[in-house]
């Protein structure tokens, strides 16, 4: 939702400050005055194109700034998160400064980014309805994406995706074994190598690091023999020398031990012998630890063979490393692509089977995406050309063809027309091409009217969206000016809308309405204002509006318009 809109020195706008209602804004104002402004600095945020020539006369730069609430938008927090922003309170600021001269300057919460950032976030968040803008759904994927937004259920659509995904990743895999087959072959040669080279070695997990234990203990096994035998001769003698007379240290630890048990007085004797026996265990398994490694022969490992093992493992690893368990992980994944490069006429046969078998998946999950589109469509029409009597468009039609195409694509495997009848007679032309700003912008109307209402009758909530409309007034007066009032207000019910109108009849239904009015500045230039009225101040708004002055009949008759313009 579009909180704040502020604007400085664009077109004959030097400064205004918007706060549009949660519901329904009304711009209004004599023609001429700048309400068009107000779009294109909408646009500017929303990522549009930029033209110097629009900054106000003397100034520098123009700048547009708006502020939108994105915390029940999970799209542009999305959208914001691919751009590498978290939302700040749950608004983003998307903002533009357009120089006289030179190249415009797009910001994102206050932070330079791409133009294309902040279309891709405002796509989220702005939909304008206007004579250019309307064009963008002349385009059948724009179509295509409004019916199934308007379908709801996306479980059809996530399991083709899936299915597409599938098929276009063989298609992927067989196009590189017949376009690369060459360098594949030489790529697959090198891996066969490398893997019969690291096999015929066969490194084992580990194994550098025991053979190099191995290697310092015959390479120091005197030193190691010398050690351990010093220490059985301390802590056991009879470990290294038979019938030896002098004590070592578990005997004497064992004496100490017996001395304090024949204590027989009470005091700390018996713990201190139970800490000298703990103490006489762990010797003992020390003792029988050391004994083996007098009996392991080191010298007799072959140290040539553990060099020359060493040496091919080293080997590997400058190749495949930097560590022995790399070589292996190598190894292991080289023989997965080996599979994919091997180009053999039975290997690209069984391909060739499976993506038989993936196509016909994908095609029978986009069937389905057929027919819901094709339930959806009959649907939306019907139910929009019901909403055009109400719009003074009685006799169009709106009519949404679904055909069946000859190839799969990712949207799957329809061709999505909207076709629009504006009067009776009329031949059927593409929408878009067959209807005046005014009568788009009220079939535009229609379309988010029945979509809105779809979704809270399923029990679900219309995304969050900022709609704006213009020219939606166009060639309507009397109830029929009232009826797109109110349908306005209705939408406002499910999303926030910005129509900009001469029609007091449809200004009266809004929660709130600014006036663009030019005046004269102190320093004796022309300017724009844009003023927020409430009170008598709209009243009298509205009552010029509706004749053009603020007589006694006029100012009665704005009120009582006022008063009625309430949905029931």
Known sequence: MLEELEIHN???????????????????GETGAG????????????????DGGRVSVGANEAWAQGVFEVASSPAAVAAAHEAGFEPEDGELFLSRKVPASGRSRSMLSGRSVPRSVLGS???????????????????????????DRYAGDDVALVAYGKAWNALRAMDDRLKRLSSQESSMRQQADYLRESIERINRIDPQPGEMAELR???????????????????????????????VESSSATD????????????????????????????????????FTLSGEVDNDLGMEDLDAINGRIHELDELVRRWGPELSDVIAWRDQAVFDLEDLDASPEKVSQLQAEREKLFGEALKAA????????????????????????????????????????????????????????????????MGKSAS????????????????????????????MTFIFDEVDAGVGGKTAVELGARLAKLAQSAQVIVVTHLPQV??????????????????????????????????????????????????????????????
């Open 252 to 287: 004497l630890i064992d004496r100490a031990s017996q001395a304090l048990r024949a204590i027989h007085v009470d005091g700390v004797f018996s713990e201190l012998a139970d800490r000298l026996d703990s103490i006489s265990t762990d010797l003992s398994d020390v003792v």
């Open 10 to 28: 664009l077109g004959p706008i030097r400064s205004a400050l918007i706060a549009p209602a949660g519901g329904m804004t009304a711009i209004t």
């Open 121 to 147: 976030i405002a796509a989220e968040l702005v939909t304008i309805h206007g004579q250019a803008d309307q064009l963008r759904i002349a385009s059948s994927t724009r179509q295509r994406e409004f019916l």
């Open 367 to 430: 069937r389905a995406v057929s027919k819901r589109r094709v339930a959806a469509a009959k649907e939306l029409a019907a139910k929009v050309t019901a909403e055009l009597e109400s719009l003074a468009m009685s006799g169009s039609k709106l009519e949404i063809h679904v055909s069946e195409r000859e190839h799969l694509d990712a949207s799957g495997a329809d061709g999505i027309d909207f076709l629009f009848t504006p009067f009776p007679g009329s031949p059927q032309m593409p």
């Open 213 to 243: 234990a191995r290697r310092d203990r015959i390479e120091n096994a005197a030193e190691i023999a010398e050690g351990v035998n010093r220490a059985l001769s301390a802590l056991d003698a009879s470990q290294v020398v038979d019938d």
């Open 35 to 50: 309400k068009s402004m107000l779009l294109s600095a909408i646009r500017l945020i929303s990522g549009g194109p930029s």
């Open 507 to 568: 200004a009266s239904w809004a929660d709130e309405q600014y006036v663009v009015a030019k005046g004269e500045m102190d320093d004796g230039s022309i300017a724009t204002t844009i003023n927020q009225v409430r009170g008598e101040a709209r009243v009298h708004e509205i009552a010029r509006m509706l004749s053009g002055s603020e007589s006694e009949a006029s100012l009665e008759h704005a009120e009582e318009l006022l008063k009625s313009s309430v949905l029931d």
């Open 437 to 464: 700003g005014g009568e788009l912008s009220r079939l535009m109307l229609a379309l988010e009217l029945v979509a809105a209402e779809k979704h809270v009758v399923a029990g679900g909530s219309v995304p969050p």
